[in-house]
């Protein structure tokens, strides 16, 4: 009996490399960060924002999770993860040493570099900021190449919020709009509470010439496209990163089907005129 | 005079009531008069006469509901630009939580009871405020289902 044969040339897409993780940050109570470095030695593996790589617990099983570090920094492979089943509870309880396997990068990503030129629009919710901040990341390295840049952020509570620490540090450059805002806080919470595509009001962005990242819960990226939509943003210039099922990450099991689209392979970044019509069927 | 000819003008820059036609601005700055609050003190309280509503010209206030036992819940925080409080045209006329300043906020405060006056015996001047206050009171209503959905919750069954 013979073995399946592999696509042609991706024989390595399909064996995990071992990475040893080289820091843990506890970023939420459910969120957590791993720096992790080849188990082997030499670089870590290159990337776009907005990729992902599919994380191996060894015994347990893979999940995807999206790239959140700095794709030209050239340090340890970042993963920001929440921990909601079985793979990523037991990734939640590894420390630094740890060995974990790694697949990838896979996927389609920000584009980045074509909107440069443009004034960008980065608007995230909840754990959503993670697989934007290598967008943001670029955004920074490279300021002069965009007109105005914008990061909406909102998040359940302000315990809930994500890199608290960037995100003041962000907020500090003169040439930076960014909001952050809650859906409920307490009173002792100075910032705004409300819902983030309110957020898409203001900015000061010109809608003529933006490009819009978006990420989170499905429900707000719905939101905040229409919201963009009717502040004059062009469909063609909204992107969304979509998260379903994945499960081989390269278009071949089918779980992560999204009518002619596979997300792994052909998302999970897309511009909001492929998969507009798809996000109002039902259970799709 | 003097005070009512500026008062037209803040009316006319608000965001609120851009557009306004001139004559309706001036029957407007009739009924207007510039209010500060300091940080931390009640715009209005839940359950009070809603006798005025206010155009946000500086500031942030917290729009906040009380539960008992429990710190004030913030749900909504309005901005410089946004208008506060629409409790003032339906009967019973009465606030249905509480607004803070959380700054310092200076405010255009309207005087509601001189303006339903004045909507009773000008029906343009009620199409003009109902055209302005409908898609705010929208937005608000779909702001507030929205963050009823609790769309950032961890979802349940989590897989991976």
């Known amino acids: 009996m013979s073995a399946l044969p ?52 060894f015994g347990l099983g893979e999940v995807p999770i999206s790239i959140s570090g700095d794709a030209e920094a050239g340090g340890p492979l970042v993963h920001t993860i929440r921990a909601v089943g079985p793979v990523t509870e037991a990734m939640r309880g590894l420390r630094a040493g740890a060995v974990l396997g790694v697949r ?33 990341y670029y955004a920074l390295r490279h300021r002069r190449r965009f007109g105005r840049v914008c990061i909406f952020y909102g998040a359940r509570t ?22 952050v805002t809650v859906d409920r806080a307490s009173h002792d919470w100075a910032g705004k509470v409300g819902v983030v595509t309110r957020l898409v009001e203001g900015g000061g962005y010109d809608p003529l010439h933006t490009v819009a990242l978006v990420c989170g819960p499905e429900v707000m990226m719905r939101y905040a496209a229409r919201a963009l939509l009717a502040r004059g ?8 990163s979509l998260e379903r099922n994945m499960k081989c990450a390269v278009g071949l099991c089918g779980h992560c089907q999204l009518g002619p689209h596979f997300v792994c392979k052909d998302g999970p970044v897309f511009r909001l005129d492929q998969v507009e019509r798809l996000l109002a069927v039902d259970e799709l | 005079m003097g005070e009512i000819t500026g008062l037209d003008r803040l009316l006319g820059e608000h965001p609120f009531f851009a557009g306004m036609p001139p004559d309706v601005a001036k029957l407007l700055a009739g009924c207007a008069r510039n209010v500060v609050f300091e940080a931390g003190r009640y715009v209005f309280r839940e ?3 809603a006798d005025q509503f206010y155009l946000l010209r500086h500031g ?11 710190e004030p819940l913030v749900v909504d925080t309005l901005q410089e630009g946004d208008v506060i409080g629409w409790s003032w045209l339906l009967p019973p006329y009465q606030w249905s939580m509480d607004a803070r300043a959380q700054t310092l906020v200076r405010t255009l405060a309207l005087d509601a009871v001189c303006l339903r006056g004045k909507l009773d015996a000008e029906p343009a001047l009620g199409y003009e405020l109902f055209r302005r206050f409908v898609p705010v009171m929208g937005r608000r209503l779909m702001a507030a289902r929205l963050q009823l959905a609790d769309l950032y919750a961890r979802p349940s069954g989590g897989r991976g």
């Not at chain 1, 943003?233 to 969304?240: D, H, K, N, P, Q």
């Not at chain 2, 942030?60 to 008992?68: D, K, M, Q, S």
């Open chain 1, 6 to 57: 592999l696509p042609a040339g991706d024989a390595l897409l399909w064996r995990p490399e071992p990475y040893r993780i080289e820091r843990v940050r506890r970023d939420l109570a459910d969120t957590f960060s791993l720096d992790l470095v080849p188990a082997g030695g030499g670089a870590p593996l290159a990337f776009r924002p907005g990729q992902f790589n599919m994380l191996y617990a």
């Open chain 1, 104 to 136: 990838g990068p896979f996927g389609s990503h920000w584009p980045v570099v074509e909107a440069e030129g443009m004034d960008l629009v980065i608007i995230a919710g909840g754990v959503g900021l993670a697989p934007l901040r290598p967008a943001i």
């Open chain 1, 158 to 179: 302000p315990d809930d919020l994500l890199y608290k620490a960037e995100l003041k540090r962000w907020r500090g450059e003169f040439d930076l709009v960014v909001d």
């Open chain 1, 233 to 240: 943003v062009a469909r063609e210039g909204i992107f969304l």
């Open chain 2, 47 to 49: 359950g009070g006469a």
């Open chain 2, 60 to 70: 942030t206030v917290t729009l906040e509901v009380r539960v008992p036992g429990r």
